[in-house]
């Protein structure tokens, strides 16, 4: 169920200074595409907004609790990554997202729909955001394991050189040749 939150009737009908509210998104509700990573627990969301006090628009601050399912673009293992952090932005009515020039606070705004905030859209966006586009387990991860011949069967006619990736290649060169 995407969680919407009517911003006019908060600041204008109830005449609300400010609201704070603590939600809870489901993860198929996310929808997270697999490719970016795996969300198996319920993202918890603490949001406060206020309104523009020079005109129209609104300040929103929120906090992210929760974790992502990605996989080591090196070592291929999966890892949880914590989304944990406070982001800030300004919520303005009507932005068109078919300027050709954008501007520096732009990048900082996000469109309402009427006076509506998709509170859900914006933590997917977020999240997808925040996953990075080649994620590691850990800096220093060194990949998938290279497995060389065992020092005990020093014997057994193979050496590193017939195990490298290249030696079926190597072997086709040498038979043409």
Do not use: W
């Amino acid at each position: 169920m995407q969680i919407k939150i009517d911003l006019k009737q908060i600041f204008e009908k109830e005449k609300q200074p400010e609201f704070k509210g603590t939600y809870e998104i489901d993860p198929k509700d996310l929808g997270i595409p697999a490719d970016v990573g795996e969300v198996k627990k319920p993202i918890k969301v603490n949001v406060h907004i206020t309104k523009n006090p020079k005109g129209e628009g609104y300040k929103i601050t929120y906090n992210i609790e929760g974790n992502v399912e990605l996989t080591c673009s090196r070592c291929l293992e999966t890892f949880d990554k914590d989304l944990s952090g406070e982001h800030t932005l300004k919520l303005q009515n009507g932005l068109n997202d078919d300027r050709e020039n954008l501007r520096e606070g732009d990048l900082s705004t996000y469109s309402l729909e009427g006076d509506v905030l998709n509170l859900t859209e914006l933590i997917r966006e977020q999240i997808i955001l925040d996953v990075p586009y080649k994620p590691l387990c850990h800096p220093e991860c060194k990949g998938i394991e290279y497995e060389t011949p065992s020092e005990e069967a020093p014997n057994s006619g193979s050496t590193e050189k017939e195990n490298s990736p290249f030696a079926g290649l190597k072997k086709l060169l040498d038979k043409k040749g």
